[in-house]
């Protein structure tokens, strides 16, 4: 049974920084990502990772925000600097069970697994 287990949410200020990890049991797959959903939002697609280490990030957080995994421990991290209070959702981790993310993975196309999701609030 594949699961996802996010953690490292929490509460900062604007301007800090906060490291969410991700891991996963029962299949590594090629393709992971994050995305996240603030209340009355829709569900963003924050950064990616290929099987290749290729990442992806929208505008929204480029040169913010940088994902990284460790395929020896199964894990998948998001490292986000420089918070604002738009960041604030309950960020996901996702994995793709095919060979690579494509070009709509960002979009919540073809994930097949997520996890429960870890809440990240920031304060201005």
């Known amino acids: 049974q594949v699961q996802l287990v996010e953690s490292g949410g929490g509460s900062v200020q604007a301007g800090g920084s906060l490291r969410l990890s991700c891991v996963v049991s029962g299949y590594f797959g090629n393709c992971m990502g994050w995305f996240r959903q603030a209340p009355g939002k829709e569900r963003e697609g924050v950064a990616s990772i290929s099987g290749t280490g290729t990442t992806t990030v929208p505008d929204s957080v480029k040169g913010r925000f940088t994902i990284s995994k460790d395929n020896a421990n199964n894990s998948l991290y998001l490292q986000m600097n420089s918070l604002k209070p738009e960041d604030s959702a309950t960020y996901y981790c996702?994995?793709?069970?095919?060979?690579?993310?494509?070009?709509?993975?960002?979009?919540?196309?073809?994930?097949?697994?997520w996890g429960k999701g870890t809440l990240v609030t920031i304060s201005s």
């Open positions: 996702a994995m793709k069970a095919g060979v690579s993310c494509g070009s709509t993975f960002l979009l919540g196309s073809g994930v097949d697994y």
